[in-house]
């Protein structure tokens, strides 16, 4: 079970949703070291090091939908309330 499960529906066309959640993901990738890679019309991402070390997740869209879903190691869970609030703001701008 994921520790932040986020959904937000869109109006975008799936190309488009899914352009926008690719530039989501490289901006992670940049940000936190995450490593990421499409599967159909998920991404999936994990660190392998950095502060965000051991954070796993998918960002799944659908044609009406983006859903984020991210399980935090042990150690990040005391930040969750601040994490979940950063991807609801990137993912409202996303969407």
């Known amino acids: 079970m994921a520790t ?7 109006t975008l066309s799936l190309d488009d ?4 959640a690719e530039d989501l993901a490289t901006g992670m990738a940049d940000r936190f070291g995450i490593t990421w890679s499409w599967d159909g019309n998920t991404i ?13 997740g998918e960002v799944a ?11 935090l190691p042990f150690l990040l869970r005391v930040m969750k309330g601040a994490i979940e609030g ?7 701008a996303l969407v």
């Open 4 to 10: 932040i499960d986020i959904s937000r529906s869109h």
């Open 17 to 20: 949703a899914k352009k926008k």
């Open 44 to 56: 999936r991402f994990d660190a392998p090091s950095g502060a965000a070390k051991g954070t796993k």
């Open 61 to 71: 869209v659908t044609a009406s939908l983006v859903r984020v879903a991210i399980d």
């Open 86 to 92: 950063k991807v609801k703001e990137k993912l409202d």
